[in-house]
Every structure is written in structure tokens, then in C-alpha cells.
């Protein structure tokens, strides 16, 4: 079957729409990259109306069969999930069938392959992109599918009437779209949300880097990057619209005048992690780590107490998963995945909480300082506070000095030296919180009090009814040692800088993509049957409790239902039946018709206005001239493609009716 | 020859019509196709409860019934007029004219035809705008003589996706009476030559008046009187004489009784074949059915009319 020439960009939008079904796929990150530059060549190929295989059906046919026995086996061999290379196959599929030559069932096999896309889709992603890559496609492929119909039906050389017919396709869309939410809210969930995929997607690549090691030296970007690592929903919440808390992830020991390291401890694997005694204070956090996040490191409100519930969130399916407790480290997830929910009790506004065998801890670790350190910077160390002598004194001077005397900066010219600590105490006298951790932790063990730098977070900006962390939130900072209190909290970057710093709008696009994001999780991935028992019930409660509506006056009552009277009026008159509209040439026929049944001249209901005419004049009817050119007129109106004026018929009917004037006139005086 | 479909009358059968549209649907074949993967994700939906698999399912099926309704809003406000032509021969084309009419809406994509009718005509168009009428001219092949009973027009349209075909079926019953099929070489047909009737049609002088005009090769059932002898037995053929006023010659062919079926439309075509032979020589020609007689005559119209009743032999007109 061969399709009649398709213009070029209709057979663009068949192309547009195949790119945004594959895109619906590839938004999850889990197809191959050599399949997404494959895909993306073929569709550019086509959309350059370059097609390259035309000639090479047979050939490129096979190969991509070849290829689906590749994708199998490696399904076999457990290389590769099944539904990617399902969606592999399919996508191999339809390049190869943008890349031929068109014809009608080529243009229906790229639709119907594109339709298997986005299911493939909705099966690899839980993206929000999804429903926006899905809608698209929906809209070029009606679009391109209803010009294939005009196509069709066309006549070769007819221009096609594309815009009346996009304009109602525009609207029968809109109503599909409707219709399809309305049935995704209420057709009745009978099975639970388990195959939704939690993929990292191509634009959540990992952000916060817990690597192990911090080093000094570089300009911090992390601090100006908007897109959100965590979710925190805090019970009891705070109502606070930011948290600014410290959100602990690793505590680092070693410093070897360049590099913040960790030396090996003991850990612990458990369900459930107690780290320390609890108390009637603690505050519970259910915490999302995004895959922006990217690492398995853990993190809680400050000081965290206990962890527990984790589920390890991956691609195919989400389970639950163990915590690893390094002892004065981290805790971290057993388990790797690009996400994590867990919970956590922390107990929140005290600094400091001693461990249960912290009393123990081999705190010359702590009290190491890098070989070959500047003199100049023991000197200084020494210099401050001078009369104190009990560690929370001295870690205060000295948090204090470097507070006020020293710059928070980003751009850091020349950080790069090979001795960075001197450089920020002495020469640049600006640095980011990696700097001022640094300073304070070394002054301190030359000072003889044990600390350490930690690393985490700093913030909790509020959206929706929890808290978000961002990338920019990444801060580093100090915990020094107190003996019978275990280890406090110390920052020494100026606390205008401790939380992110993202340039404002994108920090609101992302909030707003985040927040619509939140609602996407909630309303559509997660969206169940418990769901729509709520909705049933918020909907029944709705009629019976006035409580969950606003209570309205009597006036306002009266306003809504005068406003719910003129809509349903406004619709019944829209939706009126409409009177028939005659056409202009039959209202001349009618109009001729009728003037002739005045004189009788109407013979037969059947019979038409030409054989009328004829029998008029075959007889010698005196109203034969007058009619005749009206009926000449009437035809070529109605069958000769040239329709009547404006007032035309208005100035044959008064002709023919001054002529039947005429002829009755006579007939009444005889 | 027109035939319409009767509008309705009345609020209440308009109301009954608009809930009960004498409609037919059919899938196409990529509608089919796009039906097995709908219930191929609802089956994936069901199965794993993946809600992203409901967006799609829902978006499907929602697409389903936005095409439904704007295929119905195509046909629904939609008129048929059928123009039957003056003739027609079997076996060969014949041009049908159906007048499309739309009222307060456009319609997309509409072909036309005949339904349940040997008669294969198909016309369309991609556009009528709303309030206008638009002549789609179609071709059709009629393969047998007689009379063809056209009772109803299909009009469908595949708007606006090209999933499922929509037709809207209107009745106008119309007869299309079909001349015998045009045959070369028609076995010569008995006709009578002894008698005239009608008015002002006068006996032939056997020889005709004046000059010779020219000898020419006699004819099937010729006055054998014209013969030239002398110039035929040289020429070895029978040879007749032409004069320059030469008489009117008449034929009259007469349908043989107790012809029906196959042996009658072969008398009908060779009768054409023969009727129409004589008429282009100047002949008088005329027709004795059961039916009716087609006094004798020349030209243009007496082949039209000689073929109308040849149509209409061994049937009730």
C-alpha cells in the first residue's frame, strides 16, 4: 500500500513524535548510551528527510532482528533488565523505520512502535519529565496522524485543511486529556504500585560526593548548585520556615596539610542503629535521599540518636536495607542504590551527646597535626585567646577569630598552592567552609584540643509540608572535644555562608520544578487505592461535614447558584440545536417554487425546477421568461461552483415577483 | 435524476435520532493495531499497577472516545444528494454525482459510495467547510443490463486519527436503468422494414432520386433492389447504389417472445450494437417490446431512447 506523497512536515511531526516517545525512555538513564546516540542520529537523519535505509529495508531489517537475538541473550545471561531491552528492541525498531522510505504503513508502524515507547516509558521512569515528554507525543502524533487522514482523502493538487481541522483535533486532544486524568483517578487500582521505577534519570547525576576525603584548594561550585539532594519530613514538624540545622554525614580525623582523610574503624552492621542514649526530646525525621545526593553515606539532624526503616530505592525495585555504623565516621547503607528512604531520631539543639565507649576513643587522632606545618601557624594558634585554658573556651576564641577576621569567598585565584592552610591564615584570607573548618580544627590540635572536620549539610529550607537539601546546602564544619561531653559542634564560616548560595531564579525553577515534582510523586507515581478511598471519602465528607468547605453566607449561596444557573443556561444555549442553515440557492429554489405553486405552475412535488421550466415554456406560460433565469441561476448556484451574491437572489426574486404581478393582474380584472 | 435523504420531523425523532445514529464503525487495520496495544498496557497496568502504565492506558482509551465523538460531529450534520446520469451502458463507466451538504459544522475527510449495491462508486474529499454543498463526482462500473437498484448512501470518514472508519448510512432509493453492454461484433438482429409509423415519417421510394452519388458495400437487411449487379459480380462483392436524394430507410426491431435471461441480454446487446449501426447510416430505427413500442426515428436521441428501452426489456419499468 502506498501512502499519496505526505507533505514534508507532516512526515516531521511523525518524526518529532517517535523523538519524544524515545525521549519519554531515555529520561530514565538506564538505556544504553550507544542506543540513545543511535536513535538520536536516525532521528535527526530523518528529520533531514534523509532517508538513508530506503534502499536497505531488507538489510536494516535483519540487523535489527539480529540485534533482538543479541538483546535476549544478554536477557539470559542476566547482562541487561528485561524491560530495557525491550525498550532497546523497540527503539532499534523505529529508527529503522524512520530511516525508510514513507509509506502509509510505515507511518502507522512508526505510531504504533512510538506508543510502545512511552509505555516502555512509564515502565523505566518515574520521572516528571514523563508526563511531558508523554503529552508531547500525544500532540505531534495527533496532529501528524490526523494529517495522514487529510492526506487521504485529499484529491492530488488540493490544498489540505489543516488549520480548521487542527483547531478540532486541538480540542478533541484537550478532552482526551481530560479523560484520561479523570480515568487515572478513578478507575479502581486493583493491584499495588510495585513496578514504578525510581530511576536517577539524565539530569539527577550525583551532586554531594561524599568521597571519603576533602581537599583543600579548588573554588566551590557545590555551593551555588540549586538542585535538591534531599526530602525531610519532620514529626512532629516545626512549622519553621528553615530549619538552618546541621545535618552531620562523615566526621574526618586525618589532615595531611592538603587532605582531610579518614583512618579505618570498627563498624557495625544493624536494621536498626542506636548510636546513643534517646531522651523525651527526640525529633523523628522520614528522610528521602534524591539521586542527585549520590552517595550511601546517611545523614540526620544533628545529633542524630537512632536510624532505622531504610529502603534502598533502585531502578527495578526497591528494598529494604541494613545500616553500617564505621564508629566515628559515618553510617551508611549496606546496600547501593541511586536513592534511599529511611527514618531517624535525632535530639536536636544540643550540641553534643556522648556516645556510649566514647570515653574510650583513642583521641590522639584527633590532636594530629600534618608533618612539616608552618611554624607561623602553631605562632598564631598560640597567639589567640591566650588565657584560656579549658577546651570550650579556647574553641570558642578561636571560632571567633577566624569568624571575624576572615572573608567567605568562592573565587578563590591561585587556591591551587600546595600549602593551603597558610595561604587562606595568611595570604588570601578568604576561603569557603572547607577553609575555615580546616584553620579552626588545626588551631585547635595545636591548641591541644582534640576536633575533627565533619561534613553534611547545613540548612532545610521548607517546601510543602517537609523540608528540602540542596546541593548548594553541602557545608563543612568542625566537632571538637570536651571531655565529659563528648564531641560539640563548632563553625567558623560566617553564618550568612553556611547554607547554599544558588543564584536566585534557578534556585526558584528548581524549587518550583521540585515542588510540582513532589506533587507528581505523590498524585501520580505513589497515587492508590488507599488514595482513592480518601478521595471518596474526603468527597462524601465534603456533602456531610461543612467543616472541610468554606461555610458561606447566605448571600454568598445565593451568588454561587445564580452563577451555577447562568453556566448550565450559557451551556444549554451553546449546546442549543441549531436551526438549519439553507443554503442561498435552495432558498432561490424554494423562493421560485413558491411563486409558481401562486399560479398553479407546480405540478408535482417530485418533479424538478428544470422539467417545470420546460413544461412552462413548451406550453407558452406567460411567466417562462421570468422564470428562466432564475432557474439558470439557481443551477449555476447550486451545481456550477458559482454561488450567489450578496442580495442577489433578494433582486431575481423581486424581478419574478413583478412579473407575477403582472400576470395575476390581468387574470383578476378578467 | 435526484434522490435525498427525507430530513426528519419532528423534535422527537430528531431527539431519538441523535441518541440512536444509524452509525457503523469499523477498525482499520492500524486501528486494530492501536486496539491490541491499548489492551496490552491495560493488561501491564493491571498486572504490575504501574500508575505511569494508567496515564498511558487512560490517554488511549480518552483518545478513543475524542475520535469517536469528532467522527460523529464529521457525519452527523451531514446531507447526501445522489445524480443519477441519463444512461449508462454495462460493462462500462458511469459517472455517479453525489451533492454533499453540511450544516453548522465542517467536515474532514469524507468518502462517499454506494451501500449495499453491486454499484462499486467512491468519491471523496478531504474538507467541506460548514454551510456549503460540494459535488463529488465518483465512477462506477455497472456489470449487467437492467435495472440497478441504488437504495442507499454511505458517507464515512476516517477523521481524525485514521483508527476506525465511521459511516453514516442515508436512505434514497433511486433506479439506475443500464443499457445493454456495447458488443463489436453483434450477430445481426431480425427487423422488420415493410412498415412505418408515426407522423410524418413517409414510405420509402425503393432506388431513390437524382445523380449517382456512390456504390457502396450492401448492408445487412438492405433492399437487395440497390444492388448494382453489374459493378458487384466485377468486384465479386454485393455493391448497392447511392444516390444523392436517397430515401429514408427504416428498421424496426421487434423483441422475439419467450426470450428471458442470458438469451434476451444477448438479443438486447446485438439489437444495440445493430440499432445504433443503422441509426449512424441514417436510418429510421425503432423497437417493439413487451414493454412498449419506440416508434421509429433517427439520431442521437432515438439511441437514447432505444437504449432505454432495451434497458428496460423483460423487466417492469
Known sequence: ?670 | MRSSAKPLRGWRRRWAAFWRPPRELKVTTSGRTYLVLTLVVGIGALNTGNNLLYLVLGLQLATIIASGILSERCVRNLSVTRVLPDGCRAGEPVALRYILQTEGEPAFAVEVGEADSPLRSRGQTSFLPPRTERSIRTLATPDRRGPLTLTRIRVTTTFPLGLFAKSRVFDAPQTLWVAPRRVKAAAPTQFRTNRLQGEGIKAPRPGGSGDLLQLREIAFGEDVRRVHWLKSAARGELLRVERERDEPRYAEFEQPSGLTGAALDTWCEATAAHAERLLKQGWLVGLATPQGRVEAASGEGQSAKLLRALATAGFDA
Open chain 1, 1 to 670: 500500500m502506498t501512502a499519496p506523497p505526505s507533505p514534508v512536515w507532516r512526515l516531521r511531526l511523525r518524526d518529532a513524535a517517535a523523538g519524544t516517545a524515545f525521549g519519554s525512555m531515555a529520561i530514565s538513564g538506564q538505556l544504553p548510551l550507544a542506543i540513545v546516540a543511535v536513535f538520536a542520529l536516525g532521528l535527526v537523519l530523518a528529520l533531514m528527510q534523509r532517508r538513508v535505509l530506503a534502499h536497505r529495508v531488507g538489510l536494516s531489517t535483519a540487523a535489527v532482528f539480529a540485534a533482538s537475538l543479541v538483546l535476549i541473550l544478554l536477557v539470559l545471561m542476566g547482562r541487561l533488565d528485561l524491560v530495557v531491552s525491550a525498550s532497546v528492541f523497540v527503539a532499534l525498531l523505529t529508527v529503522q523505520r524512520l530511516l525508510v522510505a514513507s509509506t502509509l504503513a510505515v507511518n502507522q508502524q512508526v505510531h504504533l512502535t512510538s506508543v510502545l515507547m512511552t509505555a516502555g516509558g512509564a515502565a523505566l521512569s518515574a520521572d516528571l519529565l514523563y508526563a511531558l515528554f508523554l503529552l508531547t507525543f500525544a500532540g505531534l502524533a495527533t496532529f501528524s496522524l490526523t494529517a495522514g487522514v487529510l492526506v487521504q482523502a485529499a484529491a492530488p493538487g488540493e490544498t489540505l485543511p489543516t488549520r480548521p481541522a487542527f483547531r478540532r483535533v486541538g480540542m478533541g486532544f484537550a478532552f482526551a486529556v481530560l479523560g484520561a486524568m479523570a480515568f487515572f483517578v478513578f478507575f479502581p487500582r486493583l493491584s499495588l504500585g510495585i513496578a514504578a521505577r525510581r530511576s536517577a534519570g539524565l539530569f539527577n547525576t550525583a551532586t554531594s560526593g561524599f568521597t571519603g576525603n576533602v581537599r583543600l584548594g579548588g573554588s566551590g561550585t557545590l555551593k551555588t548548585d540549586p538542585r535538591l539532594v534531599a526530602r525531610i519530613k519532620l514529626v512532629p514538624d516545626r512549622g519553621l520556615t528553615s530549619l538552618e540545622a546541621y545535618w552531620p554525614g562523615r566526621a574526618l580525623d586525618t589532615f595531611d596539610g592538603r587532605e582531610w582523610k579518614t583512618l579505618g574503624n570498627d563498624s557495625v552492621t544493624a536494621e536498626r542503629l542506636q548510636l546513643r542514649g534517646g531522651g523525651d526530646t527526640l525529633q523523628r525525621q522520614e528522610i528521602e535521599l534524591l539521586p542527585a545526593y549520590g552517595s550511601p553515606t546517611l545523614i540526620a539532624l544533628d545529633t542524630p540518636v537512632v536510624f532505622f526503616d531504610a529502603i534502598a530505592l533502585q531502578p527495578t525495585r526497591s528494598t529494604r536495607t541494613a545500616f553500617i555504623d564505621v564508629r566515628n565516621v559515618e553510617v551508611r547503607a549496606a546496600r547501593s542504590a541511586p536513592s534511599y528512604q529511611y527514618q531517624a531520631y535525632s535530639k536536636p539543639d544540643v550540641p553534643t551527646l556522648l556516645r556510649a565507649g566514647d570515653e574510650e576513643v583513642d583521641l590522639s587522632r584527633y590532636l594530629q597535626l600534618p608533618e612539616g606545618l608552618e611554624a607561623r601557624v602553631s605562632t598564631l594558634a598560640q597567639e589567640i585567646a591566650t588565657d584560656a585554658t579549658e577546651p570550650r573556651e579556647i574553641a570558642s576564641e578561636l571560632t571567633k577569630y577566624l569568624k571575624g577576621r576572615y572573608r567567605y569567598s568562592l573565587e578563590l585565584p591561585g587556591a591551587t598552592t600546595t600549602d593551603p592552610l597558610p595561604d587562606f591564615l595568611f595570604r588570601r584570607k578568604a576561603g569557603h567552609c572547607e577553609d575555615f573548618a580546616t584553620a579552626l580544627a588545626v588551631l585547635l590540635r595545636i591548641r591541644g584540643v582534640p576536633s575533627r572536620v565533619v561534613t553534611g549539610f547545613f540548612g532545610g529550607e521548607r517546601m510543602g509540608d517537609g523540608y528540602v537539601l540542596r546541593a548548594a546546602d553541602a557545608h563543612a564544619w568542625v566537632q571538637a572535644w570536651v571531655p565529659g561531653e563528648g564531641f560539640i559542634t563548632l563553625d567558623a564560616t560566617p553564618e550568612a555562608f553556611r547554607s547554599g548560595r544558588p543564584q536566585p531564579l534557578l534556585a526558584w525553577v528548581v524549587r518550583a520544578y521540585a515542588s510540582i515534582e513532589s506533587s507528581w510523586q505523590a498524585w501520580v507515581v505513589d497515587y492508590s487505592f488507599r488514595d482513592q478511598m480518601k478521595l471518596t471519602r474526603a468527597a462524601a465528607q465534603g456533602v456531610s461535614a461543612p467543616t472541610r468547605w468554606p461555610k458561606l453566607s447566605r448571600r454568598a449561596l445565593a451568588v454561587v447558584w445564580a452563577l451555577g444557573v447562568t453556566l448550565i443556561a450559557l451551556g444549554a444555549w451553546l449546546l442549543r440545536p441549531r436551526q438549519r442553515a439553507v443554503p442561498e440557492a435552495i432558498r432561490l429554489l424554494l423562493d421560485i417554487e413558491r411563486a409558481l405553486a401562486q399560479v398553479g405552475a407546480r405540478r408535482r412535488e417530485t418533479e424538478g425546477i428544470e422539467e417545470t421550466l420546460e413544461w412552462l415554456r413548451r406550453t407558452g406560460h406567460p411567466l417562462a421568461p421570468a422564470v428562466s433565469p432564475l432557474v439558470q441561476r439557481y443551477l449555476e448556484a447550486r451545481f456550477g461552483a458559482r454561488p450567489l451574491r450578496t442580495g442577489e437572489r433578494r433582486h431575481l426574486v423581486g424581478t419574478l415577483e413583478a412579473a407575477l404581478r403582472v400576470f395575476l393582474t390581468p387574470r383578476a380584472s378578467a
